[in-house]
């Protein structure tokens, strides 16, 4: 079973987490042009091989975890930014 | 709307770029396959000819369809069967119908949401009606109804919703009781005592199932038959654009120069349009299916329930064939899980309780390239002569006629036919977008 190292209560099954994808920054609606906002709302990177992203502790202690995965092979590791 | 084949009489299209090279060969002889030719085949033990035969890569070709699947064959097909394109390469890096087209349930229904997907996902179901007859193959299709479940107000008002943009565009589609549920299916649990009861569903008369291995070996054998060369095992490792116009493709067998290059890839498809330099709202998750052993045959329609996650329809070998929501994160991984059994078999259950003994016999994965408004994004895109048939979700293996009806007229007269104008990538610019979640997410 996938499993995702979570930084406060160690590596714990994928079905305890909420995927939230690659870090994907609000563009200030105040300021954004439109293709910023465009891109925002439609434009995730799909990549092939490590990724870091966002999972959330949902079953678990509730807090966001950053994580770099293999999108080809599922393997998990801490990512260096660590906990945000 | 429906146009006559230009290879009966050895015509060729009225376009001069896309006439074919004089003296070239039309491709593997094509046998007619018929109940007569079977009987003789089996008096005289003759073996039956090879419907597509290993080709050398050409260095230039007309048209590079990249993605030797339903999309891309179909693609292929049309493109030589009506508009008269000789040079057609289909590429793809494993087997033909290795991806999505041999990996999906097998569904095929028009009672979407949207009236262009309605529209849309109806022609697909007429081609898949007389295809048997168009590529003289058997595809097996059986229309036997489709239920969509409704296990809450909200899910029973979407049912009304559908039936009523269904019935606008001609679709045979109403939302029945759970005493109409129960006689269609009276394997199922209609009671009200059950953790999730039924209130009603959208039946649809004509969706069905169809054997989909036969549909990829259809198409691969009409093309072939027209000179399409299939090339399998061969990787597109990169695609030339000069000033904005495709110039080439790059393989593992060589490179190709030509001026049209079609995406009909499924999984990979953004990982292609990159090489292109074109950017698709669009990510990958896995979609996992299991089949269980062959029983005798008890259930004679296709049931979905979108609040369960859960598809179940039953094959003419006599195996339940379940399917499941997309995994719930991006992966280009095929690889099963147990999560995934275990919550599958919990939800038949709670549709079907006398299923309990009924052993799975296996299960599967295949990529889905999920947009953002579940729908397809089919057209040419900001590069010349790049276009794509890609963003198929869930719901591609359905589309798969249309898609390359629509592409070739695409191709060929380079601007997108009415029947896939709202589902152009530019969409995403403009904001029109085509929401299909209510009836895309699971119910297939």
Redesign the interface.
């Known amino acids: 079973?996938?499993q995702i190292p979570c930084p406060w209560c160690g590596p714990r099954?994928?079905?305890e987490f909420?995927?939230h994808?690659p870090h994907a920054p609000r563009p200030d609606p105040a300021t954004a042009s439109a293709e910023e906002w465009?891109r925002y709302?439609?434009?995730?990177p799909?990549p092939?091989g490590p990724v870091e992203e966002t999972w959330y502790h949902a079953a678990g202690c509730r807090r966001f975890v950053s994580v770099i995965r293999d999108?080809?092979?599922?393997a998990t590791q801490w990512s260096e930014g660590g906990p945000r | 709307m429906k146009k006559r084949p230009v290879v009966k009489k050895g015509q060729t299209g009225d376009s001069g770029a896309w006439r074919a090279s004089p003296g070239r060969s039309r491709g593997t002889p094509r046998p007619r396959y018929s109940a007569l030719r079977l009987v003789s085949k089996g008096f005289t033990q003759g073996d039956w000819a090879k419907v597509w035969r290993q080709h050398d890569v050409e260095p230039r070709y007309d048209v590079v369809i990249i993605g030797g699947g339903l999309h891309g064959l179909a693609t292929a097909y049309y493109l030589a069967a009506y508009h008269g394109v000789r040079k057609i390469a289909v590429l793809d890096k494993g087997y033909l119908g290795g991806g999505g087209s041999g990996r999906n349930t097998a569904i095929v229904r028009s009672n979407y949401l949207t009236p262009e997907g309605v529209r849309f996902y109806d022609r697909s179901l007429k081609l898949y009606e007389n295809l048997a007859g168009e590529l003289n193959f058997n595809v097996m299709f059986s229309q036997r109804g489709h239920l969509t479940l409704a296990h809450n107000d909200g899910g029973l008002r979407t049912m009304r919703w559908r039936a009523e943009v269904n019935k606008t565009q001609g679709v045979d589609s109403e939302v029945i009781d759970p005493d109409e549920i129960k006689k269609l299916v009276p394997s199922m649990d209609t009671s009200d005592r059950t953790r999730y009861p039924i209130l009603g569903a959208l039946y649809h008369p004509p969706g069905g199932i169809i054997r989909h291995d036969a549909v990829v070996w259809g198409y691969a054998r009409a093309a072939a038959g027209l000179g399409v060369h299939l090339h399998q095992d061969t990787e597109v490792t990169g695609i030339d654009v000069h000033h904005g116009r495709v110039t080439g493709v790059r393989t593992t067998r060589g490179n190709i120069s030509t001026a049209t290059v079609v995406n009909c890839t499924a999984g990979w498809s953004t990982l292609i349009s990159e090489m292109a330099g074109v950017e698709m709202p669009v990510t990958t998750s896995p979609l996992q299916a299991a089949v269980t052993e062959p029983v005798k045959p008890f259930l004679d329609t296709v049931v979905v329930s979108g609040s369960l996650h859960v598809y179940v329809s039953q094959t003419d070998r006599g195996e339940l064939v379940f399917g499941a929501s997309v995994d719930p994160f991006t992966s280009y991984s095929v690889r099963g899980s147990l999560e995934f059994v275990e919550g599958l078999a919990s939800n038949v259950l709670k549709l079907m309780p006398g299923l309990s003994k009924m052993r799975l016999l296996r299960q599967w994965s295949g990529l889905c390239d999920m947009t953002p408004d579940y729908s397809p994004i089919i057209g040419p895109t900001p590069v010349g002569g790049f276009f794509v048939d890609v963003g198929w979700g869930t719901y591609g293996f359905k589309a798969g006629p249309v898609a390359g009806e629509a592409m070739a007229e695409c191709i060929v007269s380079d601007r997108s036919p009415e029947i896939i104008a709202d589902f152009g990538l530019d969409r995403f610019r403009s904001g029109r977008l085509v929401g299909e979640k209510g009836a895309a997410a699971v119910g297939h």
């Open positions: 079973m996938m099954n994928a079905t909420r995927h994808g465009r709302l439609y434009l995730r799909n092939y999108t080809f092979t599922n």
